[in-house]
T-cell receptor, first 110, second 114 residues
């Protein structure tokens, strides 16, 4: 079974800081997802990666398949970025349920 | 992105009753949907895979007779929690598979069993 580890578990930063959240997994995957969960519980999919790097606005996600590691970066962080960020992996062929990390609780202070 | 709805968003029920949660893909057809559960302060966990026209596949430790899944159409999967107990109180969330590696999540249902 794939183990998904995220770090840090909790992160508090000042507005404008550059944020990095890390994710490592133990077994080969078809894709890795970065998700955002707000206090009400709803989940928004931020990125799906199978290789390389993706950028959307102030968010950047990278993945190193050989090292089984991914990072999510937030540039020029803002209080509205405060949320739980979750790393999840697709095992095998990509049509299976996801395995999730425990999440990183991010607070951006004004 | 694609839209997945879930209903109800919140439900409170008495112990021993059954609760049905619906998951709908609004703008695409999904032969496969997934049901996940999240207990407080814990990570999301896959409960079962719902396949249109066939039986659901349950993860180890999830009782199939307690959590009934019906995927009767290409846009609707339902999860029924039978004879709910307080320990079933949790956040239930579904996702629908539009293509390989493309899952779209519903907004979730918070179940509280008194």
């Amino acid at each position: 079974k794939n183990e998904v580890e995220q770090s840090p578990q909790n992160l508090t930063a000042q507005e404008g800081e550059f944020i990095t959240i890390n994710c490592s997994y133990s077994v080969g995957i078809s894709a890795l997802h970065w998700l955002q969960q707000h206090p009400g519980g709803g989940i928004v999919s931020l990125f799906m990666l199978s290789s390389g790097k993706k950028k959307h606005g102030r968010l950047i996600a990278t993945i190193n398949i050989q090292e089984k590691h991914s990072s999510l970066h937030i540039t020029a962080s803002h209080p509205r970025d405060s949320a739980v960020y979750i790393c999840a992996v697709n095992p095998g062929g990509g049509a299976d349920g996801l395995t999730f990390g425990k999440g990183t609780h991010l607070i951006i202070q004004p | 992105g694609a839209v997945v709805s879930q209903h109800p968003s919140r439900v409170i029920c008495k112990s021993g009753t059954s609760v049905k949660i619906e998951c709908r893909s609004l703008d695409f057809q999904a032969t496969t949907m997934f049901w996940y559960r999240q207990f407080p302060k814990q990570s999301l966990m896959l409960m079962a895979t719902s396949n249109e026209g066939s039986k659901a596949t349950y993860e180890q430790g999830v009782e199939k007779d307690k959590f009934l899944i019906n995927h009767a159409s290409l846009t609707l999967s339902t999860l029924t929690v039978t004879s709910a107990h307080p320990e079933d109180s949790s956040f239930y969330i579904c996702s629908a598979l539009r293509a390989v590696n493309e899952q779209f999540f519903g907004p979730g249902t918070r179940l509280t069993v008194l």
